[in-house]
């Protein structure tokens, strides 16, 4: 079986060519790879728990327009002039919209 650490490790690997050791080891952010440059208790915390650093962790975790469904027959989305941030009021409206056309 597969341990968690191992597949922690896998997974970086797979993601950013390195684990979050080897980015401690180095002092830096394990997708960026500068020196972090915390702003808070809970940006260091979150380095020790992911290795990235606060302006990569923020730019991972910020909620985005497309990610519902893929269709692999539709072209993705452009991103063309698009911050890239997901309008959650709209989006909301939308899902529900749809939940409703399908009753």
Known sequence: MLG????????????FGWTKEDAHAAGVCIDCRLAPKPRSEADVGEYRISGLC????????????H???????????SDEGDDGLWDSEAHADQQWDDIRSNE
């Open 4 to 15: 968690l650490k191992m597949a922690q490790d896998i997974l970086a690997q797979a993601a």
């Open 54 to 65: 606060p302006d990569c962790f923020e730019k991972a975790t910020r909620p985005r327009k």
């Open 67 to 77: 990610f519902d469904i893929i269709d692999p027959d539709e072209p993705p989305p």
